[in-house]
């Protein structure tokens, strides 16, 4: 499997302008510094790439400290065999939208009539704490937290190939014809912005074990490298 680091002196240790509060309900009105050597981790790739056999691989692992893993909050249903605080926090609307107002996501979106967002508290804890938050997030929202956390380490997964991608999509079995073609579609736009990350790694057919011991060493080298940077969020 072959990875390699994408605009990787910019993870340098910077000096960072005091935060204020704009108009993005977003953005919080203060911030916190994690422990020294903590880290934001995003890891993001295109649907089908296999984000989440990846963490369950990750979660496997030794880690000292141990990962965080933040769960996404979400004010859809629970789909059978989905448990609360696990697979995602479950919301009701009423109570998503109150901690939007409050800017306690990271970053939030709505889709199909459903809101999904990044709780901001849990990786302050975790971050603070001298642990390292992982955050599976999509590139959009990927985008949103590296504006408000330029220190985030953004890992992107990809396939061997678009073909061998798609086939994975149509093998999951999981969608109509016409929203395959929509998550293929997307998956090609994705894929094309992977220069925006820190790094890249090719998650190959049957590799995911391998995959996991990448990233895992990527973030060790990250912590090795910037021992004393503290990530403010």
Known sequence: MTDRPVADDHLADTVLEPV????????????????PGSLLVIISGPSGVGKDTII????????DPEYHYVVTCTTRAPRPGEIDGVDYRFLTRESFLRMRADRGFLEANEVHGNWYGSPRDPVRDALASGRDAILKIDVQGAQVVKEQVTEALLIFVVPPSLETLFSRLRARATETADELELRQRNAAIELA?????????V?????VERTAERIDEIIAEERRRHAGRRVRV
């Open 20 to 35: 204020h509060v704009s108009d993005d309900p977003g953005r919080p009105d203060y911030v916190i510094e994690g422990a």
């Open 56 to 63: 369950d691989a990750m979660r496997e692992r030794d880690h």
């Open 193 to 201: 912005r992977q220069d925006d990350y820190d790094y890249v790694v």
């Open 203 to 207: 998650n190959e057919t049957g590799q």
